[in-house]
């Protein structure tokens, strides 16, 4: 039973940092972000609040245990894992970047009947194209639509003021039957809903949605590139025309014959004065 209750563990930890690199992401006073251990995307990353009083750990079991706490209890641990997973986000688009050149989308929720002790947010990058993405009740666990993920920004609205409280409760009751119904359907693609039997012909589906994406973002950064181009074109022609144009001695930049003021010269030495005069007379 170690292995289904490590998050807790984790998120008893007086100093994180202790852990290794290869569990750890990230840490703040509120949470603690791991990898997580069966990745089902290229990113996918747990985020996990720490016990905190008054909290205790039976108050962060799961979601369900969350939401029978008083509600701006309850939605403030919420808002704490939306904003340290919006910084758990920047730093999986930073690895995007830097592993593959663009970013695509992320998303960001719970499962409704998680297989794990201890409330955990996960943030996954949406290829689903992890290695341990290989039976039914992951692709239908995962899927955005399906029911099983609930996505944390809709989780949060259920605390809108203008719901109804028996609505409220309804929701804090989750049916785990209900829920894991959804499990044993036949598998959905997390893209386009069409269905596969087989788990590995859609992953072989999933690679060719993904090198899709990367092809439209190159012919996007390409295009881009172009515009960029054919609008610094005109600047650099003229830029250049006014760099050729040669002045006559005593024009101005604006092309007009400069105007000399003559009392605003200054008198020359006593020396080029003499020199002047001897000249004039010479002459």
Excluded at 155 to 184: C, G, H, N, Q
Excluded at 226 to 250: D, F, I, L, N, W
Aim: charged share 30%; with cysteine; hydrophobic share 35%.
């Amino acid at each position: 039973m170690a292995n289904l209750t490590i998050l807790r563990t984790y998120a008893a930890l007086d100093d994180p940092s202790g852990l290794p690199t290869a569990v750890l992401l990230c840490h703040t006073d509120f949470s603690v972000t791991v990898h997580d251990r069966y990745p089902k995307s290229y990113f996918h990353e747990l985020v996990i609040p720490r016990v905190l009083p008054p909290l205790e750990p039976g108050d962060l079991r799961d979601l369900r245990a969350l939401l029978r706490l008083p509600r701006e209890q309850a939605k403030a641990v919420l808002l704490g894992l939306q904003r340290d997973s919006e910084q758990v986000r920047k730093l999986i688009e930073e690895e995007m970047v830097r592993q593959y050149g663009f970013t695509w989308p992320i998303q960001v929720g719970f499962h409704a009947v998680p297989s794990l002790v201890h409330l955990h947010l996960h943030v996954m990058s949406t290829d689903f194209l992890g290695i341990w993405y290989k039976k039914k009740k992951h692709v239908n666990s995962f899927h955005p639509r399906l029911g099983f993920f609930l996505h944390l920004d809709e989780v949060i609205r259920w605390f809108d003021p203008d719901i109804e409280p028996t609505w409220f409760a309804m929701k804090t009751s989750i049916d785990k039957k209900e829920y894991e119904a959804l499990l044993a359907r036949d598998p959905l693609c997390p893209h386009c809903d069409e269905q596969y039997r087989a788990v590995p012909k859609l992953r072989t589906h999933l690679f060719q949605v993904f090198d899709k994406m990367k092809e439209e973002y190159r012919a996007r950064n390409a295009t881009e590139v172009t515009s960029r181009e054919q609008a610094s074109a005109p600047q650099a022609v003229e830029a250049g025309a006014e760099k050729g144009q040669k002045r006559k001695h005593g024009e101005s930049d604006s092309g007009k014959q400069e105007v000399i003021d003559v009392d605003a010269l200054r008198e020359p030495s006593p020396a080029k004065r003499q020199q002047l005069e001897t000249i004039h007379a010479a002459s």
